[in-house]
């Protein structure tokens, strides 16, 4: 059982930044690639970002290719979502997802493939 906690959501200004965290507990953090989605009103969730066990590979969605970075902190159990640049577009619930069956980063791309997901936390970008 792997319990996911999102934290860091909130209401900013286009082209402001905002540092996502998704606290994990429960199975060993380590052993799994973790990523994030996100969904839109009346949008299906979408891939935004996924990062191996390792943190050494990383993937991103085209429309956030650049502008966000994934990051792991093992010790502390934490995934991170760094976005800036941030876009009118941008606005969703962001999400936090786990594939405990993978450590590969490619492995957290379809949300069919996840295991354990978080509560959300809200991001909302003004123009």
């Known amino acids: 059982q792997v319990q996911l906690v999102e934290s860091g959501g909130g209401l900013v200004q286009a082209g402001d930044s905002l540092r996502l965290s998704c606290a994990a507990s429960?199975?060993?953090?380590?052993?799994?690639?973790m990523g994030w989605f996100r969904q839109a009103p009346a949008k299906e969730r979408e891939f935004v970002a996924s990062?191996?066990?390792?943190?050494?590979?990383?993937y991103y969605a085209d429309s956030t290719k650049g502008r966000f970075t994934i990051s792991r902190d093992n010790a502390k159990n934490t995934v991170y979502l760094q976005m800036n640049s941030l876009k009118p577009e941008d606005t969703a619930v962001y999400y936090c997802?786990?594939?405990?069956?993978?450590?590969?980063?490619?492995?957290?791309?379809?949300?069919?493939?996840?295991?354990?997901w978080g509560k959300g936390t809200l991001v909302t970008v003004s123009s």
């Open positions: 429960g199975r060993t953090f380590v052993t799994y690639a």
């Open positions: 990062i191996s066990w390792t943190g050494v590979n990383t």
């Open positions: 997802a786990a594939n405990l069956g993978s450590p590969q980063a490619m492995a957290v791309r379809n949300s069919g493939d996840i295991n354990y």
